[in-house]
Each structure stands twice: as C-alpha cells, then as structure tokens.
C-alpha cells in the first residue's frame, strides 16, 4: 500500500483509496527514477492532495493486470477497502481482443454492476476502456495521425465547471492514435446506465472530438496524461518510434521539443479527487484556476 507520507490528515480531513491498474510498465530510465505508473500516479495525486483546498489525502495500491507479460487479475473482492480504481495508459489497444483485455472488461462490468458507490478513473488506454465498457466506440484517429505532447484543450461548461476555471482550456500531453470516436450513451451501455443518465465529455481538441468522459459520483477519464513530466514525455515517445508505432519521425521531433511546457496536470488530479469526495457540489471558492 502506497501512502502519502508527507500530509498528514486530521480525523475529520477526507482519505481517497484507489486501486491502481496498471497496464503497461514505463521506459527503463523512468521506472529506475520514479517507479511503476501507479507510483508515479500515486505520488502526482498526494501532490494533487495536498494542493487541494481543502487538502485531501491519498492511500493507493497497485497490480499489474498485464497477465501475458506477468501481471495477474485481480477479483472484485479485492476492491471492497477502495473508493475507487484508475486504469492507467498502455501500448495495448483498447479495442483489442487480447484475453487480459477481455478479463479486465469483465471484471470492471462486475464492480459496475455491484458497487453502484464505486468511483471509475481512466487515463489514455484507461479512458478508452472504460468508453467500450459503457458502448462506446474505440478506433484509431480517422486521419491514422498521433496527437503528441502538450496539447490545447478545448473545455466543455462542463469542464469548466469540474476544474473551477474561468478559462476555456487546459494543456496536458498526449501520447495516442488510438482514440473514443462516439461517447458512450445511456442507449448504448446494456443497462449499466440509467435511462437518465448523461455521460458528459468535458473536454476536445483538434485531434480529438472526446478528451473526457464525466459522470458526476462516478466516472472521470481522460485521454491526455495528468503525470508526465518531460522525460518521460521524451521516453514514451521514443518507445513508440522505436517500436514502430510512430512513423512520422518530423512530428515525434516536434512533439518532444515541447515536453518542457507547463501544463496542468495538478489540477485534473485535483478534479479526479473530488470526484470521490465532493464532486457536484456547488462551487463556494477558494480553489480555482484563473489562468
């Protein structure tokens, strides 16, 4: 169990417990420096905690789902301590077929359907599962191109409401083709939703239609990557060209020579948190970003 071991909760202060799966393993540089993605994710989110007003703490667990490179699947018992899980990013495709994909979709259907209190998170691979979980439809970009880097991103009144921005955009880096080409709908989730329900895209850009999904109480995902710092951008992306993935070295150049910006990646995770535990509550100050 990973703890923020610098902030220190009063008894009454909020504790978000989240399960982390993690599906791809980071570059070998990364990993010797910061650890697995989910001790990165759970270091970016204490960060995120602490900075939150007011402060929340954060205890977070990871497994490795990727049963053909070793990992294991959990079971739904396995969650019954958490608040909620975060899927996170992977080489993998979340329209795949691959028998660990075919576990992990089964066993987020069965936490869908018997906690109805439990909290989803996704980022990039995690977000676009969670699309097809609810019907949705996952495939590459219709113009076969990467969106890299940092990146503008369009926000919906709905994101600006769920980050408590004045402003009508954000930046965080991406790292995909792959993207959710139609929401889900309450129609197209087989009764996981409720008629009533909206699934809420708070965010685009111009490479992509759907940067978000928003279900108050219960689903936020993201395409772009909340936790990468520049060398990690950098890395991720030679990995891609190396691999072949990327073939537009001209594009892979530009996109890295922009790892260095700003972005805002604190505040997402801040947003993330109070999906657990305020969410939807009217906004009273004190906490938000105006620029």
Request: charged share 25%; glycine share 8%.
């Amino acid at each position: 169990m990973e703890r923020d071991q610098t902030y220190k909760p009063t008894p009454t202060a909020p504790v978000v417990r989240l399960m982390v799966l993690e599906t791809d393993l980071p570059h070998p540089d990364t990993y010797s420096e910061r650890g697995s993605f989910g001790q990165i994710l759970h270091n970016h989110f204490s960060l995120a905690g602490r900075a939150h007003h007011p402060p929340l703490g954060v205890e977070t667990e990871q497994i490795f789902v990727v049963t053909e490179q070793g990992g294991r699947m959990p079971s739904a018992q396995e969650f019954d301590t958490f608040d909620g899980l975060l899927i996170t990013g992977s080489v993998y495709d979340a329209h795949g077929e691959n028998p660990w994909i075919l576990q992990l979709l089964s066993l987020l259907k069965e936490l869908w359907t018997q906690r109805p209190d439990f909290h989803f998170v996704g980022i990039c691979f995690g977000h676009q599962l969670l699309a097809r979980l609810l019907g949705g439809e996952v495939a590459p970009a219709p113009s076969r191109d990467w969106e890299l880097g940092h990146s503008r991103i369009e926000l919906t009144p709905t994101g600006q409401r769920i980050f408590r921005t004045l402003d009508d955009y954000i930046h965080l880096h991406q790292m995909h083709q792959d993207q959710v080409v139609r929401a889900p709908t309450a129609g197209s989730a087989a009764g996981l939703l409720s008629a009533d329900t909206e699934v809420l895209v708070w965010g685009r850009s111009e490479h992509t239609a759907v940067q978000g999904l928003y279900i108050p109480n219960r689903l936020f995902t993201t395409q772009a990557h909340l936790a990468f710092d520049e060398d990690m951008v950098k890395r991720q992306i030679q990995i891609r060209v190396d691999s072949g993935g990327i073939q537009d070295l001209e594009h892979a150049d530009r996109a890295a020579e922009t790892a260095y910006l700003e972005h805002d990646g604190v505040e997402v995770a801040k947003a993330v948190l109070r999906l657990f535990v305020f969410d939807d509550d009217e906004y009273t100050g004190g906490d938000r970003k105006t620029s």
